[in-house]
């Protein structure tokens, strides 16, 4: 046995003898209770620890635990969430009543980042918390889940800023048997490893598991004395090093994923890659059908059944791209094994405009279900990703959306939960996608709401004062200097948010772009307006450390001082304080940069008015009455763009944030009327519960029903599709348009004597089409032609002609009505596709012939 010592099997007095299983359940990072009973531990060590309750149960003098097992008030907190995680993890949950019987199949979802609390720290913003609060929902709602991760022994980085405002990453080195994660162990008790081939050699990786409620998630740690010193680093930083690292850290994370799923035994049937990043997920699964004796493209066709895809990047520069012989070095043992099928492989990833293998590409071509993370990215994402399907509408992409949200129990402040659970019903955080519920918010009085924001200000200023001092101390800054923190900031005082991924389409800066105009809004003694900012940027992102150096020059500007602040080391405790705490939260991306955003939401379910582009969630989210929108044109260049965006900024504020902040003395009864509609509107959509309801419904449950379909009887239907594609591409080229009637000489069905009306008016369009072995049931053909509405866009109307004569020689005539005055080629067009019902979706093969 080699099985590491860990503070899980630690012995404590009886009477609070469970505390080491709360610590190694990532539960506790969205139970209140649990988080309040490590703090009665010793507050000052929770904190300093940075709330890592593994490093509480190791680092507290053993002398503490017998003083604290007969201390009632400490016992009596303890009883309180032992019994809360008891009814949690022993529940009835949504998955359980509404999909019995798939819950022997699991779903493994594949990350590079997750984010669950600031004492895990492998996730680097947005992409990872999104993951975390996935995982967090799932748990809470009973889906069969399995998280599949790396861990990073350096995590991302730590960011200290110095006094010139420059960035700094603090490597940080962490010792794993301090955070709240366990060595994954085999039935022998025997810690888990599996082996990786990487180019010429093998890489062991050792599994550790993370438990997430009900979930566990597992990850994978090169870091070991069996490997070189340069595939130990492959786990050593998340999105740290060269294209060779990066390409090599993506195959440990989507091979070596699956082969961890395959040495835990759990009986996988979907596997959702969240971002490109794990697409190697693909070939591993493709060559053990392989090996299991399928042909290259059933194999294919069952991998990409059973994947779904969620691509974030609405920008082609953004997705990850290898030169192919780098690829083919990195994947040589499986060419030398099944390099008979090296183009297959290849082509499945192949970007042929620039020859570089790309992960979205290879991540489209092997997931059956893909989406994007709002309603305006799923658009952008199938007009980016069009010419992957032929000629059709961008519409018509095989591309949705799952607009993301945020876990509630995770992000909303414990103080509006207390004030939640008095005047909604007793269900409301279980049923938080109800949007009936979130309407009885009206009852809250104006004072309770606005007193409980004004807490959470405080509380808020509390920590800003006390960031800024370790800040200067460290600077080695004059005492007097440390000191004048204390002074800073006014809970008066309109306060605006402004914290995420420093990344440069995030425009950090952009209220920066006309000083006098600030200085007249944050210096009105009546007034005053203050900025908070807080993010990092990439160590590699010069123009993202640029911005960081700007904010900070202008918050030490004697007119901003204690006004315009910057904080260091943005990560999830402070974006706690921040989203609960701030008035307003703003966010100026380029449109359409921000894929969906999510810090806006956990803003809003705490009563924070969003200030924001109508970009990503906030396009959609947005209604008019429950904040406020930055105005821009699309389409105009990024300097006109920013210039206009800026303009709105300051005119919002100057004439409509701050005056209704400000028109009413103490309660500003109007303001806390817009916080109850941005709560009600937002807080029952943008949560994680009706995201992960909607990734069950949609794809998850669709995925598991198809390929089991598929694969039953020996890949029965499998093999069918997979050959039945093969036949359609080879013999396509056969499908060609003889004949186009379109009907000159309209006739009418309304009578000869009545005023024409054009809507009214119709004519029959006929058409002849040669299949040659195509059989013409396995093609529709479609007359399209857009039509204006009443918004004034135009819209693609589809008319599915019928075959009415089949004539010799796989000759068949199609015909349709249309309106009249429709003329073939200035306004309608033809077309044939291949059609199947066991395809996933319509446009499942890129051919389409059109006339
Ligand atoms: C929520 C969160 C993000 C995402 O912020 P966006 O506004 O969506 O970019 C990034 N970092 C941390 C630490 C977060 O908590």
Redesign the pocket.
């Known amino acids: 046995m080699t099985t590491m010592f860990s503070y899980r099997n630690m012995k404590l007095p009886q009477t609070i003898e469970r505390l080491p299983e709360l610590a190694y359940n990532m539960w506790f990072s969205w139970n209140d209770d649990a988080l309040e009973l490590f703090g009665l531990i010793n507050q000052e060590l929770w904190d300093q620890f940075l709330h890592n309750p593994v490093r509480m149960l190791a680092e507290t003098h053993p002398d503490v635990w017998e003083p604290l097992s007969k201390d009632s008030a400490f016992v009596k907190q303890y009883e309180k969430v032992i019994r809360q995680w008891d009814e949690y993890s022993s529940g009835t949950t949504w998955f359980q009543r509404t999909y019995p019987e798939f819950l022997h199949h699991q779903i493994a979802y594949f990350s590079a980042e997750f984010?669950f609390h600031e004492s895990l720290p492998i996730?680097?913003?947005?992409l990872?918390?999104?993951a975390g609060d996935h995982c967090k929902s799932a748990s809470d709602l009973g889906l069969p889940l399995i998280g599949i991760g790396l861990l990073y022994k350096k995590g991302y980085f730590n960011q200290k800023i110095n006094k010139e405002g420059q960035q700094q990453a603090e490597a940080v080195s962490y010792d794993f048997s301090r955070l709240p994660i366990l060595p994954a162990l085999d039935d022998q008790g025997q810690e888990l490893k599996v082996q990786i081939q990487l180019a010429d050699r093998t890489v062991q990786l050792k599994i550790w598991q993370v438990l997430v409620g009900r979930v566990s998630l597992y990850l994978m740690d090169a870091d070991l004395e069996e490997n070189s010193q340069w595939d130990r680093d492959l786990t050593a930083q998340l999105y740290g090093g060269n294209q060779d690292i990066r390409i090599a850290q993506e195959i440990l994370l989507g091979m070596g994923g699956v082969k961890t799923l395959r040495a835990l035994g759990v009986t996988t049937a979907v596997y959702h890659i969240n971002e490109g990043h794990a697409a190697f997920q693909a070939f591993e699964r493709i060559k053990e059908q392989l090996d299991a004796g399928l042909p290259f493209h059933v194999a294919v066709e069952v991998i990409r059944a059973s994947s779904v895809f969620t691509t974030h990047t609405p920008v082609p520069a953004g997705h990850d791209a290898f030169p192919i012989p780098m690829m083919e070095y990195y994947c040589s043992s499986l060419f030398a094994k099944w390099g008979e099928y090296k183009q297959g492989w290849t082509q499945l990833g192949l970007d042929a405009s620039k020859q570089l293998f790309n992960m979205t590409h290879l991540a489209l071509n092997t997931s059956a279900l893909r989406n994007g993370v709002s309603k305006l990215h799923g658009q952008v994402s199938r007009d980016m990703f069009r010419s992957f399907h032929g000629n059709i509408d961008a519409s018509e992409v095989p591309i949705a959306h799952i607009t993301?949200g945020?876990h509630m129990n995770t992000?909303l402040a414990p103080e509006l939960k207390k004030l939640y659970s008095r005047f909604l019903p007793g269900t409301w955080a279980t049923n938080q996608t109800n949007e009936d519920i979130w309407k009885q918010l009206e009852i809250i009085p104006a004072e309770s709401l606005w007193d409980a924001h004004i807490q959470l200000k405080e509380k808020l200023i509390r920590y800003v004062r006390s960031n800024l001092r370790e800040h200067r101390r460290r600077n080695d800054m004059p005492a007097d200097k440390v000191e004048e923190v204390r002074s800073y900031l006014s809970a008066k005082a309109l306060t605006i948010g402004f914290?995420?991924?420093f990344?440069t389409y995030?425009r950090a800066n952009l209220v920066f772009n006309d000083l006098e105009r600030l200085d007249r809004l944050v210096n009105n003694d009546d007034r005053p307006v203050q900025f908070l900012f807080a993010?990092k940027a990439h160590p590699a992102d010069i123009p993202g450390q640029q911005m960081i150096r700007e904010i900070y020059r202008v918050s030490r500007m004697d007119r901003f001082r204690g006004k315009i602040i910057l904080l260091e080391n943005?990560?999830?405790n402070?974006?706690?304080y921040l989203?609960q705490g701030v008035d307003v939260w703003l966010?100026n991306p380029r449109r359409p940069y921000?894929a969906?955003?999510?810090?806006?939401?956990?803003a809003a379910m705490n009563g924070v008015i969003n200030f924001s582009v109508l970009d990503?969630w906030w396009e959609e989210g947005y209604d008019g009455t429950n904040g406020w929108s930055i105005e821009g044109s699309n389409g105009a260049d990024n300097e006109k763009l920013a210039r206009e965006n800026t303009e709105s900024i300051y005119r919002l504020l100057e004439q409509e944030i701050v005056p209704l902040y400000y028109n009413q003395g103490k309660l500003p009864v109007q303001w806390v009327s817009r916080m109850k509609r941005s709560i009600t509107t937002l807080a029952p959509v943008y949560n994680t519960d009706r995201m992960v309801m909607d990734y069950t419904n949609e794809t998850y449950i669709p995925t598991l029903k198809r390929t089991m379909a598929l694969v039953t009887d020996q890949y029965d239907l499998a093999t069918k599709v997979a050959d039945y594609k093969n036949f359609i591409k080879a013999n396509w080229h056969f499908v060609k348009f003889l004949e186009i009637n379109d009907g000159s000489g309209s006739r009418s069905v309304s009578s000869a004597d009545a005023i024409p009306d054009i809507s009214k008016s119709t004519k029959e369009v006929t058409s002849t089409i040669k299949f040659g072995p195509i059989w013409y049931k396995d093609t529709v053909v479609e007359l399209l032609y857009y039509e204006e509405q009443p918004n004034h866009q135009w819209q693609q109307v589809i008319v599915t002609m019928n075959a009415v004569k089949e004539l010799d020689n796989r000759v068949v005539q199609y015909s349709a009505v249309v309106p009249s005055h429709l003329r073939h080629g200035s306004h309608f067009s033809l077309r044939v596709r291949p059609v199947s019902p066991n395809f996933a979706t319509a446009f499942e093969l890129p051919l389409v012939t059109t006339l």
């Open positions: 984010g996730y680097s913003g947005g990872g918390v999104l993301n945020v992000w914290a995420r991924r990344a995030k993010g943005y990560d999830m402070m974006a706690r989203v966010n921000e969906s955003g999510t810090s806006g939401q956990k990503g």
